[in-house]
Structures are given as C-alpha cells and as structure tokens.
C-alpha cells in the first residue's frame, strides 16, 4: 500500500513555521511522505494563526476551495490546527464539516493519532487541550533549510498587551532547560547548519521559569562556544526584559549578529499604557543607546502600530519622533484592526479606518526615508552574506543571487554560490528594502550546509519525478509588503534593477 501524502500550509509568525517543521516531522515518523509536485496529496494541513487580519475569512475562503478536492479524491483528509484552532475549537467543523481534524498549539504530536482516528470512527476528530502536552522541539522535525534552522527556547506569554490574543491561545510562558536548548544546536551544527534564531513569544524574559533572570545573556554567551555556528539571531525580545547583560553577552559573543528586532508598538506614553506595554518612549529609546554603544553598527528593526484605540493626532505625532531618533533599518508597520477576544477589541475611541490609513501613509513615507538613507550609508562597506533561497524573486531575471548580511539586511549580488555558501562582496547601491552588490569582487567560501543543499536538490536515482526542492526557511527576518512612497520610487528609478 502507498504511502499517504501531506502537504503543510502555514500561515503567521516564525513560531508557526517552526510548528510546521515539526508537525512534517510527526507525520513522516508516522510514515506519511511529503507530497511530489502537483499531485493532489492525501492530507492537507492548514496551520493558522489568529492574529492578522481576516485569519478566519482566509481559512474558511481556502476550505471551501478544497471541498471539490475533497469530494473529487475519496479518502482524502483536512486537518486545521494553529492558534484560530485553538481559539474556534469545534466552531471549525460547524462551519466547515468536511473538515477531519481540529488540534491546538498544544498537542501537535497527536496529529497522526486524530487523522487515524477520524479514519477509522468515519468523523470529524476536534482535540484542545489546555496546556503544553510536549515541548514541541521534543518532536521530530522536517526542516526546509540546510544552513538555517530555528530552535525554540520557550512558548507562551506571560504579557498582558491588550491588542493581542497569543497568551491565551499560547498559554503561559514555558521554557526549555539550557541544556536542552544547547544540545539542539550543538545538533544542528554538527549537521552542518550555520545560522540559528532562538524563538519566544518573549524570548530574553527566558529563564523566568526556572528562576535566573540572566539566562538568555547565558543562553548567547553557551551558544557562541558551539563548534561549526557561525551566526546566532533571536526573536522576539520584549523592551521590559531587556537588560544590559543581554547587550554584554551580544558585543562578546562573536556568532550573534550585529541586528535586534525590538517592538516599539507606540510612541506614545499614552497609548503603550492602554496597551499594557510596561515601558515608556525614553526607556525604549535609551536601550537603542546602549546597543548601539555596544554594536555601532547593528541594524535594529522594529513593530509599530497605527490607530490604536484612543490614538490622538499628538499621540501618532510621539510615534513619528520616536522613530525619527530611532532610525530604526527597517519597521514591520501595521494599521491597528480590532481582534476578537481581546481587550482593545473594546475600547472606546476606535479610531477611525480613514485616519488610520492616512496616518499609517505618513509612518510609511518617513520609515522609508530612513531606511534609505542607512542603506546608502552600507555603500562601499564589505559584507558577508550567507546565501539563501526565497529572498530574491527577481533573481532568476537579473542573474542575481540573494541573501542576508550578518546584520540581516538583504543583499542582491552577483557570485557563482549556492544557497548556503557565505559570500564576501562590497555593496554597491542600496534601495529602502535591500543592497546591491555587483562589484564583480565577490569571495566565495563553499560551505558544508551549500554541499547538503546541492545534494537535496538533485534527483536521486529512482525516486519519483516531479518532487519538489526544498524551499529555503527565512534568515530570521520578517518579511512586509508595504505601499509606494517617494522615497521607494525614487529610490526604484536610481538603483539598478
């Protein structure tokens, strides 16, 4: 009897990608293999997230657009599981009940065991349980890349922000021991992997748990000291837990990369008290200091939202100064919108959609002008990019390559690598959202990680025709569409293409 075939569609943060790594890895321990080409596959698994937009709009708009599959290919199952699983619950076979399976962030592991069992008892099978079965970095794991791996260290949120809805589907803070973290890693160098991002909802509050408020500096510091790492990110900190050791442990510890994604949210003092954000604007803006007194060069990014509930015109005016001392590289804007469930949801004061949009327009003009103006400085700076795939989509056209610098920004260049490989070249021009580099200098140093990934990518002898390569997992960095401004178009019309 064949095997049956999967297919993993995720949505959300890096925490869901991750997820996913393991959810595949479940599946093929239980025999289940990756399905080839454009075949339709056996089991569909839709990994949600709760926290955009219209989530629940996008998830039952692509059900129904599997029914036909569904009703076409007998035997064929759905399984939803993520965050709008462990929100909705039973509501999703209610409004979709050719739906198989319904699990929550707690019980990945019990996929293959639900889908057996919706098989065998000819029903839908909808199981949430309320807290961490197992850690999900104790299952097995399916990872897309051969030079970057995530390693979570904690889950949950032990943070109270009003906007957001991931502490109650995510549960409390749980974190890892460091030994555990440390033999993951140790792992995934050892299997020629050269870039690691530590994950948490929270991830410098890591330690909490099990009592030192100076693990995660600990944490940097133990990593460095693993043979074959070369480049150490984490994501997402929280300004409260941002402590000077942490700085300390990033400028000593030679792996971790010279970027920090550090939420700001609002610059206002205001509206981060409606948010329950237990840090003010001067706070956040002395812990960008002492970075940068520590790593002159770092590139620190950052989250801004627009229009929360109560936000006045002199409210948005605090954000704007905020991020014009920042100078942030690069800021993952969004227009506040409000979430079921949560506090803000209802909140007097909604601002209006207009506002929220014309002030949103604002933050995008100044944020690109400021990530123009860092990029033109990396101008004639030599950079080291580690190659990668998925981060150029017009490379194939422009006989580029792409990858991320050590300080995660992106890099368009010319070189005869492979995903994997680490480049050494000098930018050349710079654009709001990447660099260039065509000097024609490019050093190339093939790596063990560029060897695997070539060795994926070509067929084996008798294996099936049409199964598709290994897509790249991001370098830690979030990726944001965002609208034309003068400075993106300017910018559009001086670099080359």
Same mark, same amino acid.
């Given at each position: 009897?064949?095997?049956?075939?999967?297919?993993?569609?995720?949505?959300?943060?890096?925490?869901?990608?991750?997820?996913?790594?393991? /959810?595949?890895?479940?599946?093929?321990?239980?025999?289940?293999?990756?399905?080839?080409?454009?075949?339709?596959?056996?089991?569909?698994?839709?990994?949600?997230?709760?926290?955009?937009?219209?989530?629940?709009?996008?998830?039952?708009?692509?059900?129904?657009?599997?029914?036909?599959?569904?009703?076409?290919?007998?035997?064929?199952?759905?399984?939803? @599981?993520?965050?709008?699983?462990?929100?909705?619950?039973?509501?999703?076979?209610?409004?979709?009940?050719?739906? #198989?399976?319904?699990?929550?962030?707690?019980?990945?592991?019990?996929?293959?065991?639900?889908?057996?069992?919706?098989?065998?008892?000819?029903?839908?099978?909808?199981?949430?349980?309320?807290?961490?079965?197992?850690?999900?970095?104790?299952?097995?794991?399916?990872?897309?890349?051969?030079?970057?791996?995530?390693?979570? /260290?904690?889950?949950?949120?032990?943070?109270?922000?009003?906007?957001?809805?991931?502490?109650?589907?995510?549960?409390?803070?749980?974190?890892?021991?460091?030994? #555990?973290?440390?033999?993951?890693?140790?792992?995934?160098?050892?299997?020629?992997?050269?870039?690691?991002?530590?994950?948490?909802?929270?991830?410098?509050?890591?330690?909490?748990?099990?009592?030192?408020?100076?693990?995660?500096?600990?944490?940097?510091?133990?990593?460095?000291?693993?043979?074959?790492?070369?480049?150490?990110?984490?994501?997402?900190?929280?300004?409260?837990?941002?402590?000077?050791?942490?700085?300390?442990?990033?400028?000593?510890?030679?792996?971790?990369?010279?970027?920090?994604?550090?939420?700001?949210?609002?610059?206002?003092?205001?509206?981060?008290?409606?948010?329950?954000?237990?840090?003010?604007?001067?706070?956040?803006?002395? /812990?960008?200091?002492?970075?940068?007194?520590?790593?002159?060069?770092?590139?620190?990014?950052?989250?801004?939202?627009?229009?929360?509930?109560?936000?006045?015109?002199?409210?948005?005016?605090?954000?704007?100064?905020?991020?014009?001392? %920042?100078?942030?590289?690069?800021?993952?804007?969004?227009?506040?919108?409000?979430?079921? @469930?949560?506090? %803000?949801?209802?909140?007097?004061?909604?601002?209006?959609?207009?506002?929220?949009?014309?002030?949103?327009?604002?933050?995008?003009?100044?944020?690109?002008?400021?990530?123009?103006?860092?990029?033109?400085?990396?101008?004639?700076?030599?950079?080291?990019?580690?190659?990668?795939?998925?981060?150029?989509?017009?490379?194939?056209?422009?006989?580029?390559?792409?990858?991320?610098?050590?300080?995660?920004?992106?890099?368009?260049?010319?070189? #005869?690598?492979?995903?994997?490989?680490?480049?050494?070249?000098?930018?050349?021009?710079?654009?709001?959202?990447?660099?260039?580099?065509?000097? @024609?200098?490019?050093?190339?140093?093939?790596?063990?990680?560029?060897?695997?990934?070539?060795?994926?990518?070509?067929?084996?002898?008798?294996?099936?025709?049409?199964?598709?390569?290994?897509?790249?997992?991001?370098?830690?960095?979030?990726?944001?569409?965002?609208?034309?401004?003068?400075?993106?178009?300017?910018?559009?019309?001086?670099?080359?293409?």
């Amino acid at each position: 009897m064949a095997a049956r075939t999967y297919e993993v569609r995720t949505y959300g943060c890096q925490m869901n990608v991750h997820d996913s790594e393991r /959810i595949a890895g479940t599946l093929e321990q239980s025999g289940y293999v990756r399905v080839a080409g454009d075949q339709a596959p056996d089991l569909v698994v839709f990994n949600t997230c709760a926290v955009r937009e219209n989530a629940d709009n996008k998830l039952y708009g692509n059900l129904g657009r599997l029914r036909p599959d569904k009703t076409a290919k007998p035997g064929m199952q759905i399984a939803v @599981g993520g965050c709008l699983a462990q929100k909705d619950r039973s509501t999703i076979v209610r409004r979709a009940p050719w739906v #198989d399976v319904v699990f929550g962030t707690h019980n990945l592991g019990s996929l293959p065991a639900l889908l057996e069992r919706s098989r065998h008892n000819d029903e839908a099978q909808v199981e949430i349980r309320e807290a961490l079965e197992t850690f999900p970095s104790a299952l097995p794991a399916r990872r897309e890349s051969a030079y970057s791996a995530w390693v979570s /260290i904690s889950v949950g949120c032990d943070n109270t922000c009003t906007f957001c809805i991931v502490p109650s589907l995510r549960g409390r803070e749980r974190d890892r021991s460091p030994s #555990d973290v440390l033999a993951e890693v140790a792992a995934l160098a050892g299997e020629g992997i050269l870039e690691v991002t530590l994950l948490g909802q929270n991830v410098n509050s890591y330690g909490r748990e099990f009592g030192d408020r100076a693990a995660f500096g600990k944490l940097l510091g133990a990593c460095g000291a693993v043979d074959g790492l070369e480049r150490l990110r984490f994501t997402s900190p929280h300004p409260r837990d941002f402590t000077d050791d942490v700085i300390a442990a990033m400028a000593q510890t030679p792996v971790v990369c010279p970027s920090l994604h550090m939420p700001l949210q609002s610059g206002s003092d205001d509206v981060l008290r409606r948010m329950r954000r237990s840090y003010r604007a001067e706070r956040f803006l002395g /812990i960008l200091a002492r970075v940068r007194d520590a790593l002159p060069h770092a590139a620190i990014t950052t989250d801004v939202i627009v229009g929360f509930p109560g936000e006045t015109e002199q409210d948005f005016a605090g954000t704007l100064d905020v991020v014009r001392e %920042a100078r942030f590289a690069s800021a993952f804007t969004f227009q506040y919108s409000p979430r079921p @469930g949560t506090p %803000a949801a209802q909140m007097a004061g909604q601002v209006p959609a207009e506002v929220v949009a014309e002030r949103y327009a604002r933050l995008i003009a100044l944020q690109e002008e400021i990530s123009w103006d860092g990029n033109k400085a990396v101008v004639g700076r030599e950079v080291e990019v580690l190659v990668a795939t998925g981060e150029g989509r017009k490379d194939a056209g422009t006989g580029r390559i792409s990858g991320r610098a050590r300080d995660g920004r992106l890099v368009h260049l010319r070189a #005869d690598a492979r995903p994997g490989d680490v480049v050494t070249t000098t930018v050349t021009a710079a654009s709001p959202h990447h660099l260039l580099a065509d000097a @024609g200098d490019a050093a190339v140093r093939r790596t063990r990680a560029g060897d695997i990934g070539e060795q994926r990518r070509a067929p084996s002898v008798g294996s099936a025709p049409g199964i598709a390569a290994p897509v790249g997992v991001g370098l830690g960095m979030p990726r944001l569409r965002v609208q034309d401004s003068p400075a993106a178009a300017t910018a559009a019309a001086t670099a080359p293409a």
